[in-house]
């Protein structure tokens, strides 16, 4: 699974290898949505890539609330500090106390977060969030066991993915024509060859949505099918 690559793939491939190693950690922890982000040197976090997560509740998150985020980048230089749960951060006898948890993560019956840092040159370049909702499956020792086992070969792997060298991620084709992180989800996708049906069965969304988000597409990078839109996006 998780091969080193000797040469970063082309910058189309970047989003659907960062989506399939996001579902795949999801998978791994038992948890059912998930976010993939990149991290400057800034601590600003932007690039997200999220998996069955809602967008409002995402949004929110982006606009307002990382301010109030225990599990932030900015609070964690330590080298060792690569994966940490919120229960670490926030032990759940200070988590009425907590307005991000009181008005952030109790209104979406999250259970536990489980964020894993990926570091470049003791520096953090990257991060996955991993949620839990309500009681569910709680989170064992095992899986967490399970994430420090993996966490050097995801490292990595993603080194392969993403342009550590400069900091930066090459330019994606989403990138040149303001395409929302969905929205270059779903341009990947499109480039696998799946139908709307299978987009909205692979996101965990309606066909309604799907077709709203590549009309937006096609609007946004002036095309008027799949076809016109991969030869624009990848074959200039």
């Known amino acids: 699974m998780f091969e080193v690559a000797c040469s970063l793939p082309p910058a189309r491939s970047m989003e659907r290898l960062k989506f399939a190693t996001l579902k795949w950690l999801c998978g791994a922890a038992k948890t059912p949505a998930g976010v993939f982000y990149l991290v400057g040197r800034d601590f600003r976090q932007s690039q997200f890539l999220t998996y069955n997560v809602d967008l409002s509740f995402h949004h929110r998150y982006v606009k307002d609330l990382h301010l109030l985020d225990p599990l932030h980048p900015r609070h964690f230089l330590a080298p060792e500090e690569r994966i940490v749960t919120l229960s670490d951060a926030l032990p759940t006898c200070s988590r009425t106390q907590s307005e991000y948890f009181r008005s952030f993560i109790a209104p979406q019956s999250i259970h536990e977060v489980i964020e894993i840092f990926l570091r470049h040159e003791g520096r953090i370049v990257a991060g996955v969030s991993l949620l839990k909702y309500g009681l569910g499956a709680p989170l064992t020792g095992e899986d967490i066991r399970l994430l420090r086992t993996v966490h050097p070969l995801i490292e990595d792997y993603l080194g392969a993915v993403i342009s550590f060298a400069d900091g930066a991620e090459r330019e994606a084709p989403g990138e040149r ?26 996101l965990g969304i309606s066909v309604s949505t799907v077709k709203t988000h590549i009309r937006s597409i096609l609007s946004k990078t002036q095309t008027t099918s799949r076809a016109t839109l991969l030869a624009k996006l990848f074959r200039h």
Do not use: C, F, H, P
């Not at 270059?184 to 696998?192: I, K, N, P, Q, T």
């Open 177 to 202: 024509y303001a395409l929302t992180d969905r929205e270059r989800v779903m341009v990947a996708l499109v480039e696998d060859g799946l139908s709307n049906k299978q987009i909205a069965r692979r």
